[in-house]
Nanobody, 123 residues
Framework: QVQLVESGGGLVQAGGSLRLSCAASGRTFNNYAMGWFRQAPGKEREFVVAQAWNGLKTYRADSVKGRFTISRDNAKNTVYLQMNSLKPEGTAVYYC????????????????WGQGTQVTVSS
């Protein structure tokens, strides 16, 4: 099991940027694919982006292509989500998640989840 703690959320104006961090502990971080999901008020949690353990394969939701980037620093056991050109519809709680094996875009493929960090994008 991996323990995950997100940080970096906050209030930002539309068009602005934020970088979220997700610190992992408990197991060998290098063995885990990492994903970011988000849940807007009144909606189901949805996939945002995921990356393989070695960073060689990345999946993104169409809604964030060209604006959001996932990266990881295995030496620091941390994965990042750089969000640029934020839109009001990006207002949500953002969660990071971990799974052994390949990166995936389905929520149920992930075993470990953080508590989430709130991102609010004002128009």
């Amino acid at each position: 099991q991996v323990q995950l703690v997100e940080s970096g959320g906050g209030l930002v104006q539309a068009g602005g940027s934020l970088r979220l961090s997700c610190a992992a502990s408990g197991r060998t971080f290098n063995n885990y694919a990492m994903g970011w999901f988000r849940q807007a008020p009144g909606k189901e949690r949805e996939f945002v982006v995921a990356q393989a353990w070695n960073g060689l394969k990345t999946y993104r939701a169409d809604s964030v292509k060209g604006r959001f980037t996932i990266s990881r620093d295995n030496a620091k056991n941390t994965v990042y989500l750089q969000m640029n050109s934020l839109k009001p519809e990006g207002t949500a709680v953002y969660y990071c998640a971990a799974r052994r094996g390949m990166a995936a875009s389905r929520e149920y493929d992930y075993d470990d989840w953080g508590q989430g960090t709130q991102v609010t994008v004002s128009s």
